[in-house]
């Protein structure tokens, strides 16, 4: 499907779309399927990624980072996606949620620790929120640290962490003082400290990104790994989310374009009563309307995008825009796997793919009904 320009993104921004496009072909493409059968991918991938600057796009230079923009991120998001397997992205992408919080909030010495191994490629970073009991609730979280000494002593259970079974370093929510999200705080730890366990958890889709349930029996972590001040991770915790959630749009919106190109591609070559399914109505008008759908999404995304990097903090309007790309791509998934008929539900092929990994980016991040919840709460209603 042919693509209108955007204001918004420069020559700069094209020259590194036009990078990803090719490093994403050579790189990613091909092997999808066998990723997604083994359930992971090679940990190379992540020093190629790094190589390319992918890793560290919007990084300080002196971690390894590349100073940018949103709209390179955005432009990251929309590249992978051609890919078709939104496994891969989830987990070679992990350290966009696990370690912004480290490099918003962190102390010298902990970034000078940990940043420069992760946008090298060299170490996995991942976020560890969500509890078998609570997930975007977090001001109920249940793990506790205790200050024993120089140590924090950590036990509780995280679960549904993506990067769970393989990231070195884990950003974890942790409750350091009393009920509600002023006793909230981060620590950075490691996956060799002793008293760690993780399992591996099988799920719909995202076949190829590791996901597990962490165990902590009476960690102990240096309390120099802590992100912060004590008790101060509540806010730090929601503004990373923001940016986890643009990212899930912005994703979710290019899984339902890839939809409409596979479900165009294939229209024109698949032959029905004598014509091509393209030459039939009433596909061509369930194409149109998958467009239409991605085309309005797209630009609703790239507004947003836009008012961030200007210093705006549109809440609300990030809730809806998370909704009604996961929705979009809902819709286009759907319909792409109606057009393929029995094509499209066979595994292996781009849609099934992509019509089985809906409901991840429907719930990850804050699921619809909270997301249309906190919206209204934003707007006053």
Not at 113 to 123: D, N, W, Y
Request: with cysteine; glycine share 10%; charged share 25%.
């Amino acid at each position: 499907m042919n693509t209108l320009r955007s204001p918004f993104l420069s020559a700069d921004h094209l020259e590194w779309q036009d990078t990803l496009r090719r490093w994403v072909a050579r790189e990613i493409t091909p092997f999808v399927n066998e990723w997604d059968e083994a359930e992971s991918f090679p940990r190379d991938l992540y020093r190629k990624a790094a190589e390319i600057g992918l890793l560290g796009l919007g990084y300080p230079e002196e971690y390894g980072g590349v100073p940018a923009d949103r709209f390179m991120a955005v432009i990251a998001g929309r590249e992978l996606a051609r890919c078709g397997a939104g496994g891969v992205p989830a987990s070679l992408l992990s350290h966009t949620i696990g370690s912004p919080p480290i490099l918003k909030a962190g102390s010298a010495d902990l970034k000078a620790r940990v940043l420069p191994g992760i946008l090298a490629g060299e170490k996995i970073s991942a976020l560890a929120i969500t509890e078998p009991n609570g997930g975007s609730d977090v001001a109920s979280i249940r793990t506790k640290a205790r200050l024993d000494g120089d140590h924090y002593v950590v036990s509780g259970e995280k679960t549904f962490i993506t990067s769970g079974m393989r990231a070195d370093y884990y950003t974890v929510a942790v409750r350091t003082g009393g009920p509600g999200r002023g006793g909230i705080s981060l620590l950075v730890i490691e996956a060799d400290s002793p008293g760690f366990s993780r399992t591996p958890l099988k799920k719909m889709g995202w076949w190829s990104s590791d996901t597990a349930t962490l165990h902590f029996d009476e960690v102990r972590v240096p309390a120099r790994n802590l992100i912060g001040e004590e008790g101060s991770a509540f806010r730090t915790i929601m503004l990373n989310f923001n940016d986890e959630r643009i990212a899930l749009a912005t994703t979710a919106c290019a899984f339902a374009r890839v939809c409409v190109d596979e479900a165009i591609a294939y229209a024109r070559e698949r032959v029905t009563f004598g014509q091509p399914l393209a030459q039939h109505q009433v596909i061509r008008h369930k194409l149109v309307d998958m467009a239409q759908r991605v085309e309005v999404t797209e630009a609703f995304i790239e507004r947003l995008v836009w008012c961030l990097d200007q210093g705006d903090n549109p809440i609300a309007q990030i809730c809806m825009a998370k909704n009604q790309a996961t929705q979009t791509m809902a819709h286009c998934a759907s319909q792409a796997v109606q057009i393929f008929g029995g094509a499209g539900y066979m595994r292996g092929t781009t849609v099934e793919r992509i019509y089985r990994e809906v409901k991840v980016n429907a719930i990850g991040g804050g699921a619809e009904e909270i997301m249309t919840d906190l919206a209204s709460r934003q707007m006053g209603l």
